[in-house]
């Protein structure tokens, strides 16, 4: 990361001061295409379940997708809830990659069907990834639901049948996967896939099962190992980098992107600076306003902070702060730290001190909720949300229970 | 891949996006989906002037780059060469 | 499947700004995966 050099012509300072600076547009960014979804994980970090009413239209997407391609963002990455339950995703697909912007889209595989398997394996510029959070059914629909391992792994089956190769299969790192993670390369080898593993946040739904799922911090240490010994052929979206602080840094930028490389536009065109960052505190502006994406990526007030100097306050003073760059905005959001202070997973342990020093009355949550446990409210009203009960998870409860399966 | 011939023609891949910045460039490779930072203006200078002149060497000139330099911007170019940033311009030697 | 210009390998901590004014390689292109910053998906 600090390589330097000798030519005069080439500017002084590290390139990661510059991205922490924030560029003029996104590296890449993460779409929200909808908050409906006919799952319900007990984790999902954009808390989905019920489309919004007020969603872009298809010509708002386009106009999205037109700006997008003038700022020469490379690539979207588009996720929602699951974007494939909207009726035009595949033609926003190809309007997107016609247009010179890249696109991997998440999804929990229900809708690629032997067709679309031919037909995003012959699609340029179109990259997938399938989600799954356990190497067995047992563990993962613990956490997605009932049948959802079968879903997921059948998705895998079709690409691989229809000669996608390299496609990604991502996994949420949690206490009770994280044994796994050989298996999960194993999946992936088997499918012809690349792994991606990330970190999971407190955020949406995240928060209420974080405290019981979040990795020990001896499996947090296992994880750093494995990861460094694997390097490039396991992606992780550089969620770890909070990790570095153990030594060597894991390949990746090794900091928090948000609002200065990357960000979020969710599915009423709201612009946050991340997906695991859905609240109000967060929230730059959104693309309907005149000034358009353009508008709020590069004159939010929000983004401008986060652009300027950062104060690491007492964690600047820690000799591995360079490393872990004070760790992750949102981690420590939605446990309720203050964010010039330890990440709650501070592999020094600064973090639990800190936790254990938190007034819980005091941890934030987010307005933004479309969860189908949510009893019904008008949309755009300002009422906070009755928080939601967190499922009573006993091994045998389906996080199902209690209603039809959508769509 | 450590070295290129300057004295051979190259071009920007097509499948390749090229985006100024004040640090100098990000190149986006759509078909292998690796991204590079191009870390001085004048190494973006370079690249953009490769399908206008008959070399490397030449485009490093009109660039701007010294004598003095050329060893460190043929290595520059030697590694986006290797990720298919840039490519052999037809009709020339590789 | 690497670029040949990966990371090098960071430096002790404590060490970085003495790094920093050092010439340790004359790199003018780096290779990150697209994958590679945090904030996304």
């Known amino acids: 990361m ?34 409906a979804c006919n799952l319900a994980c007990v984790h999902c970090l954009s808390s989905s379940g019920r489309r919004d009413p007020d969603e872009l239209t298809t010509a708002e997407c386009k106009a999205v997708i037109d700006e997008l391609e003038r700022m020469q963002v490379f690539y979207v990455n588009i996720g929602g809830g699951e974007p494939t339950v909207r009726k035009d995703f595949w033609e926003l697909v190809d309007y997107a990659t016609a247009h010179k912007v890249g696109v991997k889209f998440s999804t929990n595989g229900s809708r690629i ?31 997605r639901g009932d049948g959802s391992y079968d879903t997921a792994i059948t998705a895998m089956e079709r690409l691989r049948v229809a000669g996608m190769r390299d496609f990604k299969l991502s996994v949420v790192v949690t206490r009770e996967n994280a044994g796994q993670l050989d298996d999960f390369k194993a999946i992936a ?11 999971l946040r407190p955020s949406g739904r995240g928060a209420d099962v974080w405290d019981e799922l979040h990795p020990t911090a001896a499996q947090q240490r296992d994880l750093y190992d ?31 992107g948000a ?19 859905i609240h109000d505190s967060f929230l730059a502006g959104n693309v309907r306003s005149p000034g358009g994406f353009a508008g709020v990526w590069r004159e939010s007030e929000l983004f401008a902070e986060l652009r300027g ?40 342990g600064h973090g639990e001190a800190a936790l254990e020093g938190r007034d819980p009355a005091a941890i934030p949550r987010s307005e933004v909720d479309h969860s189908r446990r949510q009893p019904s409210r008008p949309t755009g009203t300002a009422l906070p949300m009755a928080p939601v009960a967190p499922p009573a998870r006993s091994c045998d409860e389906s996080p199902l229970a209690g209603f039809t399966p959508g769509d | ?15 390749v ?36 002149h008959p070399d490397a060497a030449a485009a490093c000139r009109a660039a701007g780059v010294g004598e003095d330099e050329l060893a460190l911007y043929r290595r520059a170019l030697a590694t986006l060469a290797g990720s298919g940033m840039i490519v052999p311009r037809e009709g020339t030697a590789a | 499947m690497s670029s040949p210009n990966t990371e090098p390998t960071a430096p002790p901590a404590g060490d970085q700004p003495a790094a920093d004014a050092l010439v340790e390689q004359e790199l003018l292109v780096e290779d990150v995966s697209i994958d590679g910053m945090c904030g996304v998906y």
């Open chain 1, 2 to 35: 600090t390589a330097v050099t000798i030519a005069p012509t080439a500017p002084a300072g590290r390139l990661i001061d510059r991205f922490e600076e924030g560029l003029d547009a996104p590296i890449c960014l993460t779409w929200e295409l909808t908050y």
């Open chain 1, 113 to 143: 069907d032997a067709e679309r398997a031919a037909w995003l394996a012959a699609s340029d510029y179109v990259d997938v990834q399938i989600s799954l959070d356990g190497a067995t059914a047992e563990v993962n629909d613990r956490v």
């Open chain 1, 189 to 199: 080898d088997r499918y012809g896939a690349q792994l991606r593993i990330t970190r």
């Open chain 1, 226 to 256: 494995w990861l460094l010994a694997r390097g490039d052929d396991v992606l992780t979206g550089d969620s770890f980098f909070h990790l570095s602080a153990y030594g060597e840094p894991l390949p990746g930028l090794n900091l928090c």
């Open chain 1, 259 to 277: 609002g200065r490389v990357v960000c979020l536009i969710d599915p009423v065109g709201d612009v946050y600076a991340c997906p695991f960052a």
């Open chain 1, 309 to 348: 100097p950062q104060s690491g306050g007492a964690c600047s003073k820690c000799s591995h702060f360079d490393s872990c760059r004070g760790g992750c905005m949102a981690a420590k959001f939605f446990t309720g730290l203050p964010l010039d202070g330890p990440d709650p997973e501070c592999v020094l």
């Open chain 2, 1 to 15: 891949m450590d070295e290129i011939d300057l004295a051979t023609a190259w071009r920007l891949n097509p499948q």
């Open chain 2, 17 to 52: 996006s090229l985006r100024p910045e004040s640090f100098g460039a990000l190149a986006y490779h759509f078909g292998t989906r690796r991204l590079s930072f191009l870390k001085s203006p004048a190494l973006l200078a370079v690249v953009e002037r490769l399908a206008d």
